[in-house]
């Protein structure tokens, strides 16, 4: 199937996975994760109709703006940030949605600030406390929104997070749910530069469930660009 096929395949299942929960469907945004494909798969992803892209890797999302890969849509970046690529990212994205540690927060202020812009990020929550995994633990979450005050370059939209693996449908209800929940805590705690409108879960074997759990935005890469060839980038 073609990339516009695979998107509008998708369009029908998060129709059907709203409409099935009493949602309206036009409140959950497609996100392409677009890792390991190029500027013209994009292209084609972005015309097919997704509402933004998410690049995993600052290397990728460099090459691809100067490609002008993402004309048309937001781009978000969506993978692990380290503190010394902020410069790369910050300024060049709509949403930074994996924010995993006070220090990288305090990392995108400052070039933020530096640049004179306020930064929209998400908040990466490690709802399954994988210690192969980054994020902040559920209980961080409020305390941290609190002090979001000290943050003035910054605009904490809602959350993210990647629940463990599930091989089998309904099998991360459980942190969707407590997800959702916290979002619904943190409405109750909002600062100035905290605007609780994104919840980003679900990816391409799972976004159903997430979606039935309240996600407003789902990040699909196989799904739509087909099974990533990992072999051949690691021989480049």
Same mark, same amino acid.
């Given at each position: 199937m073609s990339i516009a096929e695979n998107v509008a395949r998708v369009r029908a299942e998060m129709e059907a996975a709203a409409l099935a929960c009493g949602r309206d469907p036009r409140e959950i945004k497609l996100c392409a994760a677009t890792k390991?494909?190029?500027?013209?798969?994009?292209r084609q992803a972005i015309a097919a109709g997704v509402d933004c892209c998410g690049e995993n890797?600052?290397?990728?999302?460099?090459a691809k703006l100067r490609e002008n890969a993402y004309e048309g849509a937001p781009v978000h970046f969506i993978g692990h940030l380290q503190?010394?690529?902020?410069?790369q990212?910050?300024?060049?994205?709509?949403?930074?949605?994996?924010?995993?540690?006070?220090r990288l927060l305090e990392a995108i202020d400052r070039e933020a600030a530096r640049q004179g812009i306020v930064q929209s990020i998400l908040l990466e929550v490690n709802i399954g406390e994988e210690a192969s995994k980054?994020?902040?633990?559920?209980?961080? $979450?409020?305390?941290? /929104?609190?002090?979001?005050?000290?943050?003035?370059?910054?605009?904490?939209?809602?959350?993210? @997070? +990647?629940p463990p693996i599930s091989h089998n449908s309904g099998e991360n209800l459980n942190?969707?749910?407590?997800?959702?929940?916290?979002?619904?805590?943190?409405?109750?705690? $909002?600062?100035?530069? /905290?605007t609780v409108d994104c919840?980003?879960?679900?990816?391409?074997?799972?976004?159903?469930? @997430? +979606?039935?759990?309240?996600?407003t935005m789902i990040r699909v890469g196989t799904a739509i660009f087909g099974a990533r060839d990992y072999a051949k980038a690691s021989s480049k």
């Amino acid at each position: 199937m073609s990339i516009a096929e695979n998107v509008a395949r998708v369009r029908a299942e998060m129709e059907a996975a709203a409409l099935a929960c009493g949602r309206d469907p036009r409140e959950i945004k497609l996100c392409a994760a677009t890792k390991m494909n190029d500027a013209d798969a994009v292209r084609q992803a972005i015309a097919a109709g997704v509402d933004c892209c998410g690049e995993n890797r600052v290397q990728e999302l460099t090459a691809k703006l100067r490609e002008n890969a993402y004309e048309g849509a937001p781009v978000h970046f969506i993978g692990h940030l380290q503190t010394n690529k902020v410069k790369q990212v910050v300024g060049k994205v709509d949403l930074i949605q994996s924010v995993d540690s006070e220090r990288l927060l305090e990392a995108i202020d400052r070039e933020a600030a530096r640049q004179g812009i306020v930064q929209s990020i998400l908040l990466e929550v490690n709802i399954g406390e994988e210690a192969s995994k980054s994020g902040f633990r559920a209980e961080e $979450i409020l305390p941290l /929104v609190e002090k979001a005050g000290n943050f003035p370059n910054i605009c904490i939209k809602g959350l993210m @997070a +990647i629940p463990p693996i599930s091989h089998n449908s309904g099998e991360n209800l459980n942190f969707f749910q407590k997800m959702c929940n916290l979002t619904v805590d943190i409405t109750k705690k $909002i600062e100035d530069n /905290v605007t609780v409108d994104c919840l980003s879960m679900g990816m391409s074997g799972d976004f159903p469930d @997430a +979606i039935a759990c309240g996600s407003t935005m789902i990040r699909v890469g196989t799904a739509i660009f087909g099974a990533r060839d990992y072999a051949k980038a690691s021989s480049k």
